[in-house]
């Protein structure tokens, strides 16, 4: 067909070359005059005209070349043209009658438009013809399908390869693992690949007419007891957030599938005695870190004497964990926040699952009843109270102590509308129940030791969550209730009582986006509740008794009702003043009304955030914290109502480096100061009315923390995940006016935590969690004295807090082994604690004249089995 | 048992005490009494006096020599160290087991001990005593009780202080010492052996304190400056031998509400013990700082 025309490319391309006295244009349009014009501005081809290759041209297999003398009207317009260089066969006609039609911007003259003369070299160059398409024929018919689902787990495996070895016929699975192959009749090695699958062949037999239906159930090449859940990186908007996915969480050697628990392992935490489940979190005391559920504030986050967590692992999401610098969005807490995020039932068909071991059973089920409706439920119930008896010691001297502990725990959440949807709705229970008996008897027993503890707590929680565009709300209130029942001996006799705290809270966060990725977070985090005390104390409180003395004054009922109200207000402002740079300055108001006594919180905080490079991103925090003292604190027969709230001011800076894009680093400083906390004096003054009066409470105390952070963390790849956490840090405290600062009871200056899991595939998972601790500070007993009005000794202390018990070491082990069934799995896992033996002695126990001392031993080698299915 | 497991080593921990308090083996103060434990005054311009006496036993000291020395201070510390106003009372060597001195607090130890304890006004000032005991080998043992000044809630000292109208108090007074059933029967059966008598180490021997008196009443004020009472004293028994050992979980202390029903009985394990004399030694505290003691002798058989 026709050509195309390398001169008139070379005119768009290269003006440049036109001239008058060169090359192929030429310029001839005027005689000298003693003013010699020049070309300022040379023509461009802006129209081209492809001319008509002429048919006997074509048929003969001829090209040429034809030379023209085109004039150029100022306007640009071809005035004229002819062939001063032929080529016959046709060409000559057919290229004028092309380049007549051509256009062209106005030439320049000394700066004027102007015509011009140029010749143009039309080439004629033959091209192959193209084929004639073919008329697509019809598909052959569907003769195989089916879907392809992960073996275990049952879920649907997209984007796997489908194919019959026999025949060039492939598919590809959708979202829902189903595939289509049109194979004609005959046997067919049906051959299923997938990335993370072992392949999977069968032969199958297609027949004529026939459409052949199948479900091919694909094994994982590395599998577990837990399914992995990868989510895009969350953006960071704070300084420091340890957050932790499901199945880092279920995994970490050593907390036993427990997900809370592997907070213990995270910089910046302490470890806790007796294997507490408290969390002592950069220097404050444990009743300073808040614990959240999806935002709610909750009362305890484990069960009794160190149990599991209150959430069923197969509920949890994920973990936040803040050792400090959190935003606004949090209250109440002047050390850490933990918050524990529930996840929605499937999206897709039903799922359940089932553990058992020595202490408890829980069971999870989840499915969805619609496209939007979706529901899950979890119940957890331990039996060591059935247990533990037959463990403990029956002397028939010293008689039996019997410790009875039983919790249990639910949640059921319900979600209507999907991710995406304008309006999405979840309403959500959970609680959770913990009763502790124990009774000393028997043996030379002239009576009866009893203690009884009962704690509970439940939430019911709704979620709309609304998002249009830019905006979004989130608007959550829930109901509550606390209850707390505790009891020394038995009978009319009894001492103790119960707490019972109905209640509820509303939390309502209204978010803009802005243009540029900024984003305002205005919020209201409302708490209100009531504290109803029903106790029976003995008066010793209410006057002095002589030393070494019970009360021999009946006990006295005390009752309370203690109003709560904490309105809290916050707000937020993300600037991302660059694409690297996030300041966030924030401020939060508490007006509290603690028991008819008004109390107010201004808590300014900032975060900043700057990448530097791709990988390596600066940050710190810096943030005022404010928490009420327990209300009982501020009674006026056993507190002091003029108590102020609790404070701190928290700061940090820190570095975060990705090494790899599964491999970062996070070294992070801190410096925290805690002030006006409520501490109990044991004082007497003389009050303005002369008279002596008990001073319980003041707010002197004064603490301080600093230390570094490191986090070097390898994230969930295929077979590995793990972390190596140390931290270097001192926690100091005084009372105000009362000297220097000494060391706190609970500092620990090292802190390293080595954790790892690896799959080593076919079902087998082997994971271990090193510890090395420093020892906490201690002071020495250097004798005793006997007091003769108690009739026992007391220790005499050396200087406080002058030495340090042992350094704690510890190395924990995890085997588990999976088998996977086409619908189910079933995993067992063995959990070994303290592989090694070694000997960590929480405490000792002094004989009675302080002369001898015996280790309160530690965990010794403590291996636990346990089973698992799921569905 | 995964994280529970510390809790129960810890309580099981608990149960095994080798030495036992009540075994008395070796140097030992065992007990203190002031006679009075307390007084009370305001409406006279006369000081009390304090005879004070302990009970020191060394079954391990061949009969080597015992030193005393008083010592009496106007702050709350058991050794009478660590502030300013102690003074020294008494020294010489323990005869017959007891060490003993008479205190006798000026006017300006008394004020010193009121100006360290804004409640005394209220309760009474704790005058600490300490002791402590010597031996030429290096022992030293130092122990110390508290005797109670109080101001009388009648005179005018008081009222004028406190706004009060109450009437005098009682002092407390030692409580009597209580008849110790060694093998007896309640109503005197008298038991082979006499003086000492015989016990066997199975059954264990079962000892009963039969009290001497009625206990006496009393009122306390409260910090609300409203008065409770009359309370009821509670009687503690803290039992010792020098041979076995009463059992650490039988205190003979009061029950938590009910001010008559006072365990009284307790048992003495012999087991592992060779046949010898032994001597019991019981304490009797009131609660309030009155204190006195029993001594019985008795014999494990073959």
């Known amino acids: ?77 071809v005035a004229d043209a002819q062939v001063t260089g032929g080529a016959g066969h046709g060409f000559d006609e057919a290229a004028l009658a092309a380049v007549k039609q051509f256009g062209f911007s106005p030439a320049e003259i000394d700066g004027a438009p102007a015509p011009v003369r140029i010749e143009y070299r039309y080439h004629f160059v033959l091209k192959e013809k193209p084929p004639e398409p073919e008329q697509p024929k019809p598909p052959p018919p569907v003769t195989f399908h089916g879907r392809i689902i992960e073996r275990g787990s049952r879920t649907p495996i997209a984007g796997a390869s489908v194919s019959c070895k026999e025949r060039d016929e492939a598919a590809v699975t959708d979202a829902d693992g189903a595939f289509e192959l049109r194979a004609p009749a005959g046997p067919c090695t049906a051959t299923v690949i997938s990335y993370g699958h072992q392949t999977f062949t069968r032969l199958e037999q297609l027949e004529e007419g026939k459409v052949l239906e199948v479900t091919y159930h694909l094994m994982p090449t590395n ?7 990868v989510r895009g990186e969350r953006e960071k908007r704070e300084a420091v957030v340890r957050s932790m996915e499901r199945e880092e969480l279920q995994k970490v050697p050593g907390s036993f599938g427990d997900p809370i628990r592997a907070i213990q392992n995270m910089p910046g935490v302490a470890r806790m005695p007796y294997g507490a489940g408290f969390l002592l979190v950069r220097g404050a005391l444990p009743q300073e870190t808040g614990a959240y559920m999806d935002s709610v504030e909750i009362p305890l986050l484990f069960h009794l004497l160190g149990g599991p967590s209150v959430v069923n692992p197969e509920f949890l999401d994920k973990l936040d964990f803040f050792p400090g610098g959190f935003g ?19 999206p897709t068909d039903y799922h359940g699952s089932f553990k058992i071991d020595f202490l408890d059973s829980a069971a999870f089920a989840e499915a969805a009843v619609s496209e939007k409706l979706s529901v899950a439920f979890a119940g957890r119930r331990s039996y060591i109270d059935l247990l533990l008896p037959h463990f403990l010691p029956n002397d028939p001297r010293t008689g039996a102590i019997s410790v009875l502990p039983r919790y249990w725990d639910y949640q059921a959440r319900l979600d ?39 704690t509970n707590f439940h939430r019911l929680r709704a979620n709309w969550l609304w998002h249009d565009g830019a905006w979004s709300n989130l608007f959550a209130p829930y109901l509550g209730r606390d209850a707390t029942d505790t009891t020394f001996g038995s009978g009319d006799a009894a001492l103790g009582g119960n707490v019972i705290q109905p209640g509820g809270g509303l939390r309502d966060e209204l978010a803009v986006e802005l243009d540029g990725g900024s984003k305002i977070r205005l919020g209201a985090d409302w708490a209100l509740f009531q504290s109803q005390f029903n106790i029976m104390v003995p008066q010793l409180g209410e006057y002095r008794r002589f030393p070494g003395s019970d009360s021999n004054a009946p006990p006295e009922k005390v009752q309370r009702s203690v109003d709560d109200f904490d309105f809290g207000f916050y707000l ?27 109390k107010s919180a201004t808590d300014p905080r900032l975060t900043v955030r700057w990448g530097v490079t791709e990988a390596t991103t600066l940050k710190g925090a810096v943030g005022h914290y404010s928490q009420a003292p327990q209300a009982f604190y501020l009674d006026s027969q056993f507190g002091n109502p003029d108590l102020e709230l609790n404070k701190a001011f928290q700061s940090s800076l820190g570095v975060e480096h990705k090494i790899t894009p599964a491999i970062s680093v996070d070294v992070t400083g801190f410096y925290n100061r805690r002030y006006d906390i409520a501490v109990a004096t044991g004082k007497t003054v003389t009050g303005d009315d002369g008279l002596p009066h008990p001073l319980r409470y003041v707010n002197d105390g004064l603490g301080r923390a600093y230390g570094v952070e490191l986090m070097l963390r390898h994230e969930i790849t295929a077979n590995f995940f793990g972390w190596l956490s140390y931290t270097l840090s001192r926690s100091e405290q005084r009372n105000r006016g009362g000297g220097d600062y000494q060391l706190s009871p609970y500092d620990q200056p090292h802190i390293l935590t080595l954790v790892a899991q690896y799959k080593m595939g076919n079902g087998w998972e082997f994971g271990g969690r090193f510890r090395l601790v420093s020892g906490m500070p201690s002071t020495p007993i250097v004798g005793s004295t006997y007091d003769a009005d108690r009739q026992g000794y007391s220790a005499i202390g050396g200087e406080v807090l002058s030495t340090r018990e042992p350094t704690f070491h510890q190395l924990d082990l995890r085997v588990d082994k999976g088998w996977l069934f086409n619908d189910w799995k079933l995993g067992v896992y063995l959990d070994v604690q303290n592989v090694y033996n070694a000997n960590n002695p929480e405490g000792y126990q002094w004989d009675y004249r302080y002369r001898t001392r015996s280790e309160i031993p530690g965990i010794p080698f403590l291996p636990t089995l346990g089973i698992k299915g799921s569905f | 048992m995964r994280n529970l497991a510390p809790v129960a080593l810890l309580l099981a921990a608990c149960t095994g005490a080798v030495d036992y308090p009540s075994n008395l083996h070796d140097l030992r103060i065992v007990a203190m009494r002031s006679e009075p434990p307390e007084a009370v005054v305001g409406m006279s311009p006369q000081l009390p006096t304090f005879h004070l006496e302990a009970l020191v036993l060394d079954p391990a000291g061949q009969g080597r020599a015992l030193h005393y020395a008083f010592r009496a201070c106007p702050f709350n510390n058991l050794r009478c160290e660590g502030g300013s106003g102690a003074i020294d009372l008494a020294q010489g060597d323990v005869v017959d087991n007891i060490a003993a001195t008479d205190f006798s607090p000026s006017l300006d130890f008394i004020q010193a001990a009121q100006k360290n304890d804004p409640a005394s006004i209220l309760f009474g000032a704790y005058l600490m005593v300490s002791l402590k005991v010597t031996t030429d080998d290096g022992a030293e043992l130092v122990s110390g009780k508290r005797v109670v000044l109080s101001l009388d809630r009648g005179s005018p000292m008081f009222k004028q202080a406190t706004k009060l109208q109450l009437p005098s108090q009682t002092a407390n007074k030692n409580p009597l010492e209580p008849v110790l059933l060694l093998g007896e029967k309640p109503d005197g059966t008298p038991v082979a052996g006499g003086d000492r008598p015989a016990v066997a180490v199975s059954p264990a021997p079962t000892f009963d304190v039969k009290d001497a008196q009625d206990r006496e009443e009393y009122t306390v004020i409260k910090y609300d400056l409203t008065t409770l009472g009359p309370l009821l004293e509670s009687f503690d028994y803290t039992w010792y031998t020098t041979k076995g050992h009463f059992t650490p979980f039988g205190s003979g ?37 009155g204190e006195t003691w029993i001594r019985r002798a008795g014999r494990l058989g073959q």
């Not at chain 1, 850490?336 to 995020?341: E, H, M, P, R, Y």
């Open chain 1, 416 to 454: 209507y509308g999907q991710k995406g949807d304008k309006n999405v709705f979840t309403l959500m229970a959970f609680g959770s129940d913990d009763n502790l008996a124990v009774v000393a008897s028997g043996g030379q027993r002239d009576r009866e030791f009893a203690l009884s503890s009962h």
């Open chain 1, 572 to 598: 937020t402002f993300e600037a991302r003043l660059t694409p690297s740079l996030l300041l966030i300055p924030g401020l939060r108001l508490d007006q509290i009304r603690l028991g008819g006594h008004p």
């Open chain 2, 253 to 289: 202390g009061r029950v938590q509400g009910d001010p008559k029903d006072q365990p009284t009985k307790t048992t003495l394990d012999l087991q592992g013990e060779e046949p010898g004399d032994f001597d019991i030694y019981v304490v009797v505290r009131d609660g309030r700082g």
């Open chain 1, 1 to 77: 067909m026709a050509a195309a025309m390398l001169l008139a490319l070379g005119l768009l391309v290269h003006p440049a070359p036109v001239s008058a006295y060169e090359g192929e244009v030429e310029r001839r349009d005027k005689p000298p005059e003693p003013h010699v014009p020049v070309l300022t501005k040379p023509p461009q081809l802006l129209r081209f005209v492809e001319a008509t290759y002429p048919e006997e041209a074509i048929k003969d297999g001829l090209t040429g070349e034809v030379v023209l003398q085109v004039d150029i009207a100022a306007d640009g317009s």
């Open chain 1, 328 to 346: 606004p969005g949090y209250g109440r807490a002047i050390g850490g926040i933990v918050d524990a995020g529930t996840r929605r039932g499937t």
């Open chain 1, 223 to 229: 599998f577990g007891l837990y399914s992995t859940v």
